[in-house]
């Protein structure tokens, strides 16, 4: 059993086997876990929203938008040798945190599950297994030896998708 590497919010991280990763209290963010099986090289990106091209700053966090850290997530795992061409992904998060009005503000966690879903399709990465949506906040940890990514959610046990 190797380290396992805290991956903060709007933060990414990368690992090779036995290492894992987790990411604590995904909420309306998309915890995105990219795989290289062959080369067992794993990478986490916590992202909050789905676009950055929405938000004008000078210095933009990669790690904080799906349109942004899916692909710097890339970079930093080919540096460790993966292969684009085999990379796989698992989902979590994504939840409607607070339920009241319908607007779009409100809406973050499905807007998140759905720019990843089009982010991961755009780069042919093929999306193996999801936990995303419903309304409670789930902790997440993910080992690119197996590709097992373990779901916690308070009330909801453990799950491995």
């Given at each position: 059993?190797?380290?396992?590497i805290k991956v903060g919010m709007a933060d990414l991280k990368t690992c090779i086997s036995p290492n894992g990763l987790t990411t604590l209290g995904l909420g309306s963010c998309v915890g995105i876990a990219l795989r290289d099986p062959i080369k067992k090289v794993g990478g986490m990106v916590h992202i909050m929203l789905p676009d950055s091209t929405a938000i004008r700053t000078e210095r933009v966090n990669l790690a904080k938008f799906a349109d942004t850290g899916i692909p710097e997530l890339i970079r930093q795992m080919e540096q460790l040798g993966a292969d684009k061409t085999r990379l796989t992904a698992k989902i979590a998060g994504g939840a409607t945190m607070f339920a009241s009005h319908n607007s779009n503000a409100i809406q973050v966690g499905p807007r998140n599950v759905e720019a990843t879903i089009r982010i991961l399709g755009e780069l042919k990465i093929p999306i193996l297994a999801n936990d995303t949506g419903a309304n409670y906040g789930r902790t997440v940890?993910?080992?690119p030896e197996t590709g097992d990514y373990l779901i916690r959610a308070v009330g909801k046990g453990e799950k491995v998708i």
């Open positions: 059993m190797g380290e396992i940890t993910f080992f």
